[in-house]
């Protein structure tokens, strides 16, 4: 939206949500440069072990051994002229690196790494252990090349070289570590593909299997999935035998996507409603004997002979009324089918598509109502002026018992609007400034509305007087300037509103009581969610759960990868609760929180451009909604009905002050 239009566009619209796979790669080992050992010495001690291959694990991840792929051993001894790492106890300690560039390890993104003593190191700052247990997580986010107890004296190297595979990475070498165990030393790596991602560990000299416990592998972090992979652990083949590697990388895969779109935008029972699907695979390896499955919903009437597809074999099941589609999906290589309906109902229809591949990561879903395209935009304002700062971040839009639309929006004054059947009816509630307004109906469909009036916080609630409609108002709180205050409103059950806002970096609450307003207080600190307007890690929201117990969604930026998390207010703990929701690529942004009964919904920016949402399903779960691929965030809202999400988000597209949304 132009930061200096005169009106505002009104347009609804139902989004739903699609899974999108994850973009893996699996990196190609190049090149065998000569290195300062030809080959691990001809003395191994050590039985040969079985060529090794391994995984996927939840996300992906499959190991392999030089036994089974040749040229993945290519010993580039950094003893000499890699950068000591000096530890201050040679048994049990960490120390911290900063990486040339960053590495992507189960979806997250570092730019350090903590070296331990005893053989393993970690992306995150954990206490040393003498033996990881991947299935434990523990410690979680790891990457085991030789987990057990050592003791490493002053010789464990680091240094960034492209020698082992023609690619940038980054090697960690223990040279001659004694195993306290036996008294036996070893010479291993852990080497970091800066490029693909992959881990690979060396061995050029390990003890032998009977007097050596170790575990070999890698570790994520999640609770509610198999997000690690153990390439051996305490077995007669652990630690594997000299002058050999191990390999650990994201498995070629299809990424499947899906999109489903009728051509009409609101048709009626009786018209003919022509569907295309989509099809796609941004994966890096070939869909060969995809399946695409599109039940027909009840109250529509495939159409003999419509349907076709560019590749592929597109089948009519009519015992099942059933589109299906069987065919290979290259890369990069897209498959359009349409296809012929009869709408038969008046009643709202969700046609659902699902592709599968049995390499996929994940399924790629999409479902479509007639009607889930925007509509063409209805004017309602052109006679004030409105800046876009000053609209409505939050919650400045409720659907009445009727299903009209209510908005609230600000500028120069408050402004309210509702939609009286085709028409938009529209006054002013303030004659001066009315700020990020966030709006709530009551049981009789009267608003309350939650805004900033110059340097204060303020409620508007429209109330009938002798059968007139009229506006009174409540003041809040000072806040010095317009530039605080996001309030964000909710009501309960109970009929009481609740309220919060920030202010000099501190979020506050307080609840309307019968006719009081009672003395806002601090629940949310600066130091455990970022309040500051000026940072990429900012935003908080309101929601009340079916007890009308209140939730407050934020993002912490204290904490590196950035926490999105869930403070919950508890009588005995009011406020010091919380739970982290996800962690973010980069930073999190504009949370828009939601409670169906006792269960919490999340939508919010990762990064600049890209929405997810997440739920609680026992653990959180997140998933992707869209990658705008540019832009910069401005802000989601989320609500749940009938079990069914919907998400509004915009972005800026432009720049000052020019800045369409």
């Known amino acids: 939206m132009n930061a200096k239009t005169t009106h505002i566009l009104l347009s609804l619209a139902l989004v739903t949500l699609a899974l999108i796979g994850v973009l893996t790669l699996l990196g190609a080992i190049n090149g065998q440069p000569t290195a300062l050992y030809a080959q691990a010495p001809v003395t191994s001690p050590v039985a040969a072990a079985p060529p090794s291959t391994g995984g996927p694990d939840a996300f992906g991840y499959v190991h392999t051994d030089s036994l089974a792929v040749g040229g993945l051993y290519n010993w580039v001894d950094i003893a000499a002229s890699g950068a000591p790492i000096t530890f201050s106890d040679s048994n049990e300690a960490t ?95 852990i080497i970091l593909d800066l490029e693909d991602d992959a881990i690979t560990y060396q061995y050029y000299t390990a003890p032998t299997s009977t007097v050596a416990t170790t575990t070999i592998g890698i570790v994520g972090k999640a ?58 695979n941004t994966g890096d390896a070939l869909a060969n004997g995809a399946v695409l499955t599109n039940v027909i919903p009840t109250g529509m009437i495939y159409v003999t002979d419509t349907l076709t597809a560019t590749l592929g074999t597109p089948a009519y099941l009519s015992a099942s009324h059933t589109i299906r589609w069987d065919g290979d999906l290259a890369v990069n290589t ?59 971040g939050w919650r400045h839009i409720a659907v009445d018992a009727n ?28 004659t001066s400034s009315g700020h990020k307004p966030s709006l709530v109906l009551d049981d009789a469909d009267y608003a309350h509305i939650a805004f900033l009036r110059g340097s204060e916080v303020q409620v508007a609630h429209q109330i009938s007087v002798a059968g007139a409609i009229s506006w009174t108002t409540d003041v809040i709180t000072p806040v010095e300037s317009y530039w605080y205050g996001n309030p964000d409103l909710r009501r309960g059950s109970d009929g009481r509103l609740h309220l919060v806002y920030d202010y ?80 973010c690529t980069g930073f999190c942004t504009y949370p828009s929180l939601v409670y169906s009964d006792s269960t919490p919904h999340v939508s919010y920016f990762d990064g600049n451009y890209t929405v997810r ?34 998400i509004a988000y915009a972005v800026y597209l432009g720049s000052y002050p020019d800045n369409p949304l």
């Not at 990881?132 to 490493?152: E, G, I, K, Q, Y």
């Not at 992979?229 to 994201?250: E, H, I, K, S």
């Not at 998933?623 to 609500?639: I, R």
Request: aromatic share 12%.
């Open 613 to 646: 949402y997440g739920w609680w399903d026992g653990s959180w779960q997140t998933e992707q909604v869209d990658d705008l691929g540019s832009g910069m965030q401005f802000g989601t809202a989320l609500d749940i009905r009938g079990g069914q999400a919907a």
């Open 223 to 280: 609770s509610n999935e198999m997000d690690y992979l153990t390439y051996c652990q305490d077995t007669t083949d652990c630690p594997p035998q000299d002058g050999m590697a191990v390999r650990f990388a994201l498995r070629p895969s299809p990424v499947l996507n899906l999109r489903l779109m009728p051509n009409y935008d609101f048709p009626v029972k009786g018209d003919f409603v022509t569907y295309t699907v989509w099809m796609s």
């Open 95 to 189: 120390v911290m690196v900063t990486l040339p560039q960053t590495i992507t390890f189960y979806g997250q993104v570092y730019d350090q790494i903590y070296v331990a003593t005893n053989g393993y190191a970690t992306f995150e700052n954990t206490a040393v252990v003498t033996q990881c247990a991947p299935a434990d997580r523990d410690p979680p986010n790891t990457l085991a090349a030789f987990c057990t107890d050592l003791d490493v004296g002053n010789t464990v190297y680091h240094s960034t070289t492209t020698a082992y595979n023609g690619h940038q990475t980054y090697i960690i070498q223990y040279d001659a570590v004694t195993h306290t165990a036996s008294g036996l030393t070893a010479t291993f790596q």
């Open 403 to 430: 299903g009209a639309p209510h908005i609230a929006y600000g500028g120069e004054s408050l402004y309210y609007a509702v939609l009286s059947g085709t028409t938009w009816l529209s006054e002013t509630i303030t």
């Open 504 to 583: 000099e970096e501190n979020l506050y609450y307080t609840v309307y009581s019968d006719t009081t307003w009672l003395t806002p207080t601090v629940v949310i600190t600066g130091g455990a969610c970022n309040l500051d307007h000026n940072s990429s890690n900012y935003g908080f929201s309101l929601a009340l759960d079916q007890n009308d117990l209140p939730h407050v969604a934020c993002v912490q930026n204290d904490v590196w990868p950035r926490e999105l998390r869930l403070y919950t207010y508890t009588a005995t703990a009011p406020w010091t609760t919380y739970e982290v929701i996800t962690t």
């Open 334 to 392: 897209p498959v359009t089918l349409s296809y012929a309906v009869l709408l038969d109902t008046d009643d709202p229809i969700y046609n659902t598509a699902v592709l599968s591949h049995p390499l996929a990561l994940a399924e790629a879903g999409a479902t479509s109502t007639p009607a889930d395209r925007w509509s063409d935009p209805v004017l309602l304002d052109s006679a004030h002026n409105f800046g876009g700062s000053n609209l409505g």
